[in-house]
């Protein structure tokens, strides 16, 4: 079945220095949709953004991924750590393999933790 | 907005009683999803739902039920509650959208079993 890896559990950073959050993933359908999820503390996960073009960056609130289809990855960066940045990231892949339940596939979670 | 309700958002409860956990969403989204996060497994898919009447088992549905009465209600049950089973849970809804529906979450409920 589909997997997502994320193989940072914990990023430790000093705000000021970019981020890259590393999520690679596997499955047998070509048309993958992958996103990105941020879980601050006491809020809701939401989704952060989202990609299913190949090579094609996309950015929201000054992150940004682009999804490489020929490596299976889809990795999550910021120019410039901010504190607030601080939170839970979720890489996830889409169920997309024609049943359309909608259904995400999440990592493990990476906890990015910005120190001033 | 978007809305997904969770209740309670604590709950202690003991070996062997039962627990439902419950979820309202005002999206108007098909689709629910029950999720539990847990350190070093992220959020893992439990049960889910296409529309009222409709259940369906996620990834790990060992010793949970799930019931969807309407269209904006839904609910997770665990009939023998076991220590194992302390956990967030997170409801979710969404529309299934080709692919790339996006998953809106509720605040979760923290269960702990004793």
């Known amino acids: 079945g589909d997997s997502v890896t994320q193989k940072e559990g914990l990023v430790t950073l000093t705000e000021g220095l970019p981020v890259m959050l590393n999520c690679t993933y596997q499955?047998?359908?070509?048309?993958?949709?992958l996103f990105w999820y941020v879980h601050y503390l006491n809020e809701s996960p939401r989704l952060l953004l989202k990609?299913?073009?190949?090579?094609k960056r996309t950015e929201h609130q000054g992150f940004h991924a682009t999804l490489h289809k020929s490596s299976s990855s889809f990795h999550l960066q910021k120019s410039s750590a901010q504190l607030s940045d601080s939170a839970l990231y979720y890489c996830?892949?889409?169920?997309?393999?024609?049943?359309?339940?909608?259904?995400?596939?999440f990592g493990h979670g990476t906890i990015l933790r910005v120190h001033p | 907005e978007a809305a997904v309700t969770q209740s309670p958002r604590n709950k202690v409860a003991v070996t062997g009683g039962k627990v439902t956990l419950s979820c309202n969403q005002t999206n108007n989204h098909n689709n629910m999803y029950w999720y539990r996060q847990d350190t070093g497994h992220g959020l893992r898919l439990i049960h889910y739902?296409?529309?009222?009447?409709?259940?369906e088992k996620g990834d790990i549905p060992d010793g949970y039920k799930a019931s969807r009465p309407s269209q904006e209600n839904f609910s997770l049950i665990l009939e023998l509650a076991t220590p194992s089973q302390t956990s967030v849970y997170f409801c979710?809804?969404?529309?299934?959208?080709?692919?790339?529906?996006?998953?809106?979450f509720g605040s979760g409920t923290r269960l702990t079993v004793l």
């Open positions: 996830a892949l889409s169920d997309h393999g024609g049943a359309n339940t909608g259904k995400l596939t």
């Open positions: 990609s299913s073009t190949d090579n």
């Open positions: 979710a809804s969404g529309d299934a959208g080709g692919g790339a529906g996006t998953l809106y």
């Open positions: 739902s296409y529309g009222a009447g409709s259940t």
């Open positions: 499955t047998i359908y070509s048309n993958a949709f």
